[in-house]
């Protein structure tokens, strides 16, 4: 997908923690240099947000593992940026698709691919009869809107 998406990068960087493991394999797989992202520098040692080496100009994509609202995600793109990094964008393995998320890769203007998402997730449980019909109306009002549903339920 990064291949066919951005062409190939230069480096490939991992979101801590989720991101570091699927984004060294990728690296490996690629022949690409590896490095991670803290959603925030540390607060100890070197006081480093970005762990690895990268020069400005270079181009960058980010993985993860998980886009829920893509807070931490993206504050990982905004330091590979800030740094000078040219972020061609974002693979994931999973979203939930949540409506906040795609408005904040809108903001971030930062294109995100993922290999399976949430519908499909419900699609193969609703199929595998491991969900009911009702189980699956209330999933989809959660991912509608997650703090809405969850309120409704305190």
Same mark, same amino acid.
């Given at each position: 997908m990064i291949l066919e998406h951005y062409d190939k990068p230069e480096v490939i960087a991992g979101v801590a923690t989720g991101g570091i493991a699927?984004?060294?394999? #990728?690296a490996q797989e690629l022949g690409l240099p590896f490095i991670y992202v803290r959603s925030e520098k540390k607060s100890h040692g070197l006081s480093n947000q970005i762990e690895g080496v990268i020069q400005p100009g270079q181009s960058v994509v980010v993985i993860e593992d998980l886009i829920s609202t893509g807070g931490?995600?993206?504050k990982a793109v905004e330091a590979?940026? *800030?740094a000078g990094a040219n #972020?061609?964008?974002?693979?994931?393995? %999973?979203t939930y698709g949540l409506s906040a998320a795609r408005e904040n890769f809108k903001k971030q203007e930062c294109n995100l691919l993922t290999l399976t *998402? %949430? *519908? #499909?997730?419900?699609?193969k449980a609703v199929n595998e009869k %491991?969900?009911?019909e009702n189980d699956l109306q209330s999933l989809l009002q959660w991912q509608s809107n997650p703090q809405s549903w969850s309120d409704e339920r305190s």
């Open positions: 699927q984004g060294a394999l #990728v931490s995600s993206l590979l940026r *800030d #972020v061609k964008g974002m693979l994931a393995i %999973f *998402d %949430f *519908d #499909v997730l419900l699609q %491991f969900i009911s």
